[in-house]
């Protein structure tokens, strides 16, 4: 089974909320309230969406988070990407490869052009589209 992990779905949910309250900026203790998800884990999910630059952080008394796209420039893959890292259904086509099969499989090439058809899926899939 292909399930992507909790915290990319907090991100998804985290950016979606600031997507369609974008009015103002958000600080951590609030998007967890707002979402319902404890502080502790929406700090470390804010901070690998503002690593990836999904995120604007601005410090100070009318600080916070806000997007740094519009939600229709930012894609389902990146959010992704983000928090579980590249995307790659099988250990061969990931960027750092440790299958000993490698040399010698047959379904590699399969394998890649799977894997490209769900990153092109998931790319085309934009943040507003979750609103």
């Known amino acids: 089974m292909l399930r992507m992990g909790k915290l990319t779905d907090y991100g998804i949910v985290l950016m979606s909320y600031l997507a369609e309250n974008k009015a103002v900026h958000h600080n951590a ?5 707002a979402v319902r998800v404890p ?5 470390k999910v804010l901070k690998s969406l503002s690593q990836h630059g999904l995120l604007n952080s601005e410090r100070g008394a009318h ?3 806000s997007l740094s796209r519009t939600a ?3 894609s389902i893959a990146e959010v992704i990407t983000a928090i579980e890292g590249p995307i790659a259904l099988t250990e061969c086509v990931s960027v750092e490869s440790h299958c ?4 010698h499989c047959v379904v590699q090439t399969n394998w890649e052009r799977i ?3 769900v990153f092109h899926a998931l790319d085309e899939v934009k943040l507003s589209d979750m609103l």
């Open 29 to 33: 203790q609030t998007l967890a309230d």
């Open 39 to 43: 502080l502790p884990t929406v700090r």
């Open 63 to 65: 600080g916070g988070y």
């Open 72 to 74: 229709g420039e930012i």
């Open 100 to 103: 000993d099969q490698e040399v």
């Open 115 to 117: 894997n490209s058809a």
